[in-house]
């Protein structure tokens, strides 16, 4: 079973536009959220993390946690052709040593 | 300059073959990961270490044996490659803890034919 679940698939976003991705686990142990963003031939390169109820912004990216619904979202302003990649959230549960269980990632793509 | 790397950076490889990958970090980071990627996938756990000649298994170790040397080697085996096992590989390093990021190499694309 899938402990963490991405969606959507795929998300087409005009440029300049706002992208929403959504992330949830399953598994109620889990102690951080992790939000990486992989370009198309290259390696995931983390992003954000969080692990405290509420909102963190960075720039043009901003991610919420609900811990009691283990939910994640991750928010791009102002959408930029640049950020076309695969974005994979990721968890670490407090009894894993670090270890980090991807979901399936969500393909955003930004229109010109 | 490049803390995770890689090699080879592609492959094939015959079925029934033997296959070594191999993952080097300047980090000094203790743990290091294996893992694979299929096609516009998510990252699925192969092995991982977190002391020198220590591996565990990870999620899906059946036909990969790992082997960690030192604190900076971890290499990846595939003893008799199959047509499943082709895939992007990536490996990984972190320091200790489940709010460590983890750092990744430029990944290994393995094609068995």
């Known amino acids: 079973q899938q402990k963490v679940q991405q969606s959507p698939e795929s998300l087409i976003v005009p440029e300049g536009g706002m992208a929403s991705l959504n992330c949830t686990s399953s598994d109620r142990n889990v102690d951080y959220f992790w939000w990486y963003r992989q370009h198309s031939g290259k390696s995931p390169k983390m992003l954000m993390s969080i692990f405290s109820n509420g909102e963190k912004e960075e720039g043009r990216f901003t991610v919420h946690l609900n811990k009691a619904s283990l939910h994640t979202s991750l928010h791009i302003r102002d959408s930029q052709p640049s950020d076309s990649a695969l974005y994979l959230c990721?968890?670490?549960?407090?009894?894993?040593?670090?270890?980090?269980?991807f979901g399936q990632g969500t393909k955003l793509s930004i229109k010109p | 300059e490049a803390a995770v790397t890689q090699s080879p950076r592609s492959k094939v490889a015959v079925t029934g073959g033997k296959v070594t990958l191999s993952c080097h970090q300047t980090?000094?980071?203790?743990?290091m990961y294996w893992y694979r990627q299929d096609t516009g996938h998510g990252l699925r756990l192969i092995h991982y270490?977190?002391?020198?000649?220590?591996?565990e298994k990870g999620d899906i170790p059946d036909g990969y044996k790992a082997s960690r040397p030192s604190q900076e080697n971890f290499s990846l085996i595939l003893e008799l490659a199959s047509l499943s096992q082709t895939a992007v590989y990536f490996c990984?390093?972190?320091?200790?803890?489940?709010?460590?990021?983890?750092?990744f190499g430029p990944g290994t694309r393995l094609t068995v034919l």
């Open positions: 270490s977190y002391v020198a000649d220590s591996t």
């Open positions: 990721a968890a670490s549960m407090n009894y894993n040593q670090g270890k980090l269980i």
């Open positions: 980090n000094n980071h203790d743990y």
């Open positions: 990984a390093s972190s320091d200790w803890g489940s709010r460590a990021e983890q750092f």
